[in-house]
């Protein structure tokens, strides 16, 4: 009996094996759903700023009766977010975001099935300010502010005529502040003053309100006196660099759009001043600073660990026989540095003679100052603290002396006069962002030179009309 039990067992499992491993002859019909075709809807749309904005695509393969459309643009700064959704085949609205870029997506749902199919696109809010130039310039000891749009026509005291009132006195630098962490995110334009500075918003030009609109409303905790020495923009949007002779960094640790971000805390903590010259580096996003103590003459580090901290001259002197970074014994005027490499120091001794330095500084471990080379400059006569300097990539320095323009070869001390008859004496020298292209600044006049391998200087263009003497120049594209 139990045998027999056993025995219809196994039938049953060979049968029900057998059946398992019959093969599917795969004679299906099936009728896939028939996609819509889009057409007329692009990959990145303009909307200026107040205008209208109207995306009308055409969808076929539905039958449009079956057809329904939704709208969404993801606005970060929304608090409700459902605000920014529309429905209709065709978007229409009156564009009232900012000058930023929104993604955006169109949902087609075919009604018929519930089938929806996704449409991914960008829109990029733009203002007449959207791309341009502007111009610190300072005419008779008053600071003005000049916008030159894209066909170079400039529009004079463009801050005075927006914000009713003139800017702070004795102007150093104009920012363009922005996040390259965040896709470039647009945070303000910083016009800086020897005893402080104004934040613009970047769509209308007009002081800020909801974020600090001044330096000195950009501290937590503001100084009794602001005495700056130079201020540099950080690749996470906030600035940086030497005030009352301390190094202050902007806060960069938390979310870009909050009303703290950038804000100025203490300062590195330390006993030193520093000059006002200092060079800003970055090894795989990992910054540091070279500043130098114009009190104990002597180049110092600072590491920017969330906030800057001041080590001193905690590292290790190479070469010390061509000259100790940490006793240089001189006073600076200028120093600049190629491809987060080599620097070159320029200091002057008591006896009024002018010294090229070179060195590499390796502040990110290990903490080195290898000397390369200090020997006297060639043209004494170019160097002093009103001299305007900039370092290309590639590996030249640019001078402007007087109404002249010269490129520097420091390898082999090769000098270079541009060819460009500039008329008044040199006040600014800029780089442009591919660095063919290098913009000086000559009374109310700015000159673009072509400096690409094989060019000597050559014009490319002359924009005219800025108020007073050029001290600054910023722009977005």
């Known amino acids: 009996m139990r045998k027999?039990?056993?025995?219809?067992?196994?039938?049953?499992?060979?049968?029900?094996?057998?059946?398992?491993?019959?093969?599917?002859?795969?004679?299906?019909?099936?009728?896939?759903?028939?996609?819509?075709?889009?057409?007329?809807?692009?990959?990145?749309?303009?909307?200026?700023?107040?205008?209208?904005?109207?995306?009308?695509?055409?969808?076929?393969?539905?039958?449009?009766?079956?057809?329904?459309?939704?709208?969404?643009?993801?606005?970060?700064?929304?608090?409700?977010p459902e605000t920014n959704h529309y429905e209709g085949q065709a978007l229409r609205i009156a564009f009232g975001l900012?000058?930023?870029?929104?993604?955006?997506?169109?949902?087609?749902?075919?009604?018929?099935?519930?089938?929806?199919?996704?449409?991914?696109?960008?829109?990029?809010?733009?203002?007449?300010?959207?791309?341009?130039?502007?111009?610190?310039?300072?005419?008779?000891?008053?600071s003005k502010l000049s916008f030159i749009k894209p066909d170079h026509s400039v529009q004079a005291n463009i801050y005075e005529i927006i914000n009713g009132e003139n800017l702070p006195a004795n102007p150093l630098h104009i920012h363009y502040v922005r996040n390259q962490f965040t896709g470039?995110?647009?945070?303000?334009?910083?016009?800086?003053?020897?005893?402080?500075?104004?934040?613009?918003?970047?769509?209308?030009?007009?002081?800020?309100?909801?974020?600090?609109?001044?330096?000195?409303?950009?501290?937590?905790?503001?100084?009794?006196?602001?005495?700056?020495?130079?201020?540099?923009?950080?690749?996470?949007?906030?600035?940086l660099g030497v005030i009352n002779g301390k190094f202050y960094g902007g806060a960069t640790t938390t979310w870009d759009q909050s009303v703290t971000y950038g804000m100025f805390g203490t300062f590195a903590d330390g006993d030193y001043e520093l000059a006002s010259q200092f060079v800003l580096s970055s090894v795989d996003n990992n910054f540091s600073i070279i500043g130098f103590d114009k009190n104990k003459k002597q180049f110092i580090?600072?590491?920017?660990?969330?906030?800057?901290?001041?080590?001193?001259?905690?590292?290790?002197?190479?070469?010390?026989?061509?000259?100790?970074?940490?006793?240089?014994?001189?006073?600076?005027?200028?120093?600049?540095?190629?491809?987060?490499?080599?620097?070159?120091?320029?200091?002057?001794?008591?006896?009024?003679?002018?010294?090229?330095?070179?060195?590499?500084?390796?502040?990110?471990?290990?903490?080195?100052?290898?000397?390369?080379?200090?020997?006297?400059f060639v043209h004494q006569e170019w160097i002093n603290a009103n001299t305007k300097m900039v370092a290309s990539r590639i590996g030249y320095i640019y001078v402007g002396y007087q109404n002249k323009v010269f490129r520097y070869n420091?390898?082999?001390?090769?000098?270079?006069?541009?060819?460009?008859?500039?008329?008044?004496?040199?006040?600014?020298?800029?780089?442009?962002d591919d660095e063919n292209t290098l913009i000086v600044g000559a009374g109310s006049s700015l000159y673009y030179l072509d400096i690409q391998v094989g060019k000597d200087g050559q014009l490319l263009k002359k924009i005219d009309g800025i108020p007073g003497d050029i001290v600054d120049l910023t722009w977005r594209k």
Request: proline share 6%.
């Open 410 to 432: 420091p390898l082999n001390q090769q000098v270079q006069e541009l060819k460009v008859n500039i008329q008044s004496p040199v006040s600014l020298l800029k780089l442009d």
């Open 98 to 142: 900012e000058a930023k870029r929104y993604r955006a997506r169109l949902t087609v749902t075919n009604k018929e099935n519930g089938m929806k199919y996704f449409y991914n696109f960008h829109i990029q809010g733009v203002t007449a300010f959207s791309r341009g130039s502007l111009v610190l310039s300072v005419d008779n000891g008053i």
């Open 301 to 376: 580090r600072i590491n920017i660990y969330g906030s800057p901290m001041y080590f001193g001259t905690q590292y290790t002197s190479v070469n010390p026989e061509i000259f100790d970074p940490s006793q240089v014994r001189m006073d600076l005027l200028h120093m600049v540095q190629i491809n987060n490499k080599d620097t070159y120091a320029f200091v002057k001794d008591n006896s009024g003679k002018v010294y090229e330095l070179k060195f590499t500084a390796n502040f990110n471990g290990p903490f080195l100052v290898t000397a390369n080379h200090k020997k006297l």
């Open 4 to 80: 027999g039990f056993f025995a219809s067992v196994c039938i049953v499992m060979v049968i029900a094996t057998l059946y398992s491993c019959y093969k599917d002859k795969g004679n299906y019909n099936i009728a896939l759903p028939q996609e819509p075709q889009i057409t007329g809807l692009d990959t990145l749309y303009e909307a200026s700023v107040g205008d209208s904005l109207i995306i009308s695509p055409k969808i076929l393969g539905i039958d449009p009766g079956s057809v329904q459309c939704n709208w969404r643009i993801d606005v970060p700064e929304a608090i409700n």
């Open 184 to 239: 470039n995110t647009p945070l303000g334009y910083w016009i800086i003053s020897k005893n402080g500075g104004v934040r613009l918003d970047v769509n209308n030009l007009k002081k800020e309100t909801l974020k600090p609109g001044t330096l000195h409303d950009n501290f937590f905790l503001a100084p009794p006196r602001i005495d700056v020495g130079s201020l540099q923009t950080y690749p996470f949007g906030a600035l």
